[in-house]
């Protein structure tokens, strides 16, 4: 089951934060968060694993909330090269699914000048 | 370090006729992972090997879509017969188990 993401979208001024939420409804072992541009392949961001870790990438950080199987991306004082497509991806470890990483549906992100 | 390779970059059939898409993951990856991504939507997971074995392809659609991994190395995706809803792109990815996943380019394809 694919984890499910908000806001669809989201409009930023070049300097403003913004939060994309991710929820799954498994317990999860890991989540993945990749960013993707027009025309281009997903890239890597960041892993969180169980334990509430947080991470960070540039200005940009992530939580894990174990507990309500959530996580957040928080893009901080954005710049206009953080504008793209912002997947989570959702790894359980549930006996028949392995590894397996599931998408949610994505988070469309503009940030202008 | 030579990323995930994937070919051809673009295709178009008609329906009714068929595809193959080829993938080379990162040398030393063990788990390579087939996505069909739709225009607007997040990738959406069609099958997944670990070395040569599939762990999981419960939302592959198997009277069309067939994949391989020949000696754990390089994969195919195949479609036949394709159908206009495939058209999309497909993207290969490899990694290590439960580590973070490398992507290559895609494939796109337009089925008329």
């Known amino acids: 089951q694919q984890p499910v993401q908000s806001p669809q979208a989201v409009i930023l001024r070049e300097g403003e934060d913004a939060v994309i939420n991710c929820s799954s409804s498994?317990?999860?072992?890991?989540v993945h968060w990749y960013r993707q541009k027009h025309g281009e392949a997903p890239v890597f961001l960041m892993i969180?694993?169980?334990?509430?870790e947080q991470k960070g990438h540039e200005k940009i950080s992530a939580s894990f909330n174990e507990k309500k199987q959530q996580s957040s991306l928080y893009l901080t004082a954005s710049q206009l090269s953080y504008s793209g497509t912002y997947f989570c991806g959702a790894q359980d470890l549930t006996t028949d699914s392995w590894g397996k990483l599931q998408f949610g549906a994505g988070t469309q992100v503009v940030v202008t000048p | 370090e030579a990323g995930v390779a994937q070919s051809p970059r673009y295709k178009i059939i008609e329906k009714r006729q068929s595809v193959a898409f080829w993938c080379n993951p990162i040398?030393?990856?063990?788990?390579l992972y087939w996505y069909q991504q739709i225009l607007g939507q997040g990738p959406k997971l069609l099958i997944q090997f670990q070395n040569n074995g599939v762990v999981d392809d419960s939302q592959l659609p198997k009277d069309r879509f067939s994949a391989e991994r020949l000696k754990g190395v390089d994969s195919t995706l195949k479609i036949q017969p394709a159908k206009l809803e495939d058209s999309a792109v497909y993207l290969c990815?490899?990694?290590?188990?439960?580590?973070?996943?490398?992507f290559g380019s895609g494939t796109q394809l337009s089925v008329l």
């Open positions: 498994k317990a999860l072992y890991s």
């Open positions: 040398s030393g990856h063990a788990t």
């Open positions: 969180l694993l169980k334990g509430g």
């Open positions: 990815a490899s990694g290590a188990i439960l580590e973070k996943l490398f």
